[in-house]
T-cell receptor, first 115, second 111 residues
Framework: GAGVSQSPRYKVTKRGQDVALRCDPISGHVSLYWYRQALGQGPEFLTYFNYEAQQDKSGLPNDRFSAERPEGSISTLTIQRTEQRDSAMYRC?????????????FGEGSRLTVL | TQLLEQSPQFLSIQEGENLTVYCNSSSVFSSLQWYRQEPGEGPVLLVTVVTGGEVKKLKRLTFQFGDARKDSSLHITAAQPGDTGLYLCAALEDSGYALNFGKGTSLLVTP
């Protein structure tokens, strides 16, 4: 596609349920990032992929959060046993270049609400 | 983790005024990016600065990278309502992978 595509755009779930958020990056982009963003605040780094390799997961809050990018393209961020504090906008970004030196292109985000 | 401090946090001005927002850190940056985010949208890159002392201009926006590469500023001349948004600076973590963002400056320009 022309841009980074994320789905679902909105997800409402009950506390304790698992959720999976999908990111389809721009074709050919080798780097993929996941961020979490609170309203009016800057994006908070969660994890980074270089092709299919997860190079940095230091931003994942705890072991309920995981991410994968098995074929170096589409990525899934999974949150297990969701808690109300997990409610946020989750944004995916991709870049043509390795590391963080290139321009990041962001998706429209997935807004997660945990009741 | 490299901490990026942005100031001011909020800024409300009238159309035609000038303004400057700042991004500071105690660490040296290899490069620094400025993004603008409009409500309901993802951040969009404005500029990347690499060299200490570098100045880049993008129409009415002037970006400056500090000589020691620890700080940067964004100056907007004759602000317009279309400049309204969240201005974010971002810099590469020492690991070379994570691009960390500041908390941003929320700018409101009223007619």
């Amino acid at each position: 596609g022309a841009g980074v595509s994320q789905s679902p755009r909105y997800k409402v779930t009950k506390r304790g349920q698992d959720v999976a958020l999908r990111c389809d990056p721009i074709s050919g982009h080798v780097s993929l990032y996941w961020y979490r963003q609170a309203l009016g605040q800057g994006p908070e780094f969660l994890t980074y992929f270089n092709y299919e390799a997860q190079q940095d997961k230091s931003g994942l809050p705890n072991d309920r959060f995981s991410a994968e990018r098995p074929e170096g393209s589409i990525s899934t961020l999974t949150i297990q046993r969701t808690e109300q504090r997990d409610s946020a906008m989750y944004r995916c970004a991709s870049s043509l270049f390795l590391g963080g030196s290139g321009e990041l292109f962001f998706g429209e985000g997935s807004r997660l609400t945990v009741l | 983790t490299q901490l990026l401090e942005q100031s001011p946090q909020f800024l409300s001005i009238q159309e035609g005024e000038n303004l400057t927002v700042y991004c500071n850190s105690s660490s040296v940056f290899s490069s620094l990016q400025w993004y603008r985010q409009e409500p309901g949208e993802g951040p969009v890159l404005l500029v990347t600065v690499v060299t200490g002392g570098e100045v880049k201009k993008l129409k009415r926006l002037t970006f400056q990278f500090g000589d020691a590469r620890k700080d940067s500023s964004l100056h907007i001349t004759a602000a317009q309502p279309g400049d309204t948004g969240l201005y974010l600076c971002a810099a590469l973590e020492d690991s070379g992978y994570a691009l960390n963002f500041g908390k941003g400056t929320s700018l409101l320009v009223t007619p």
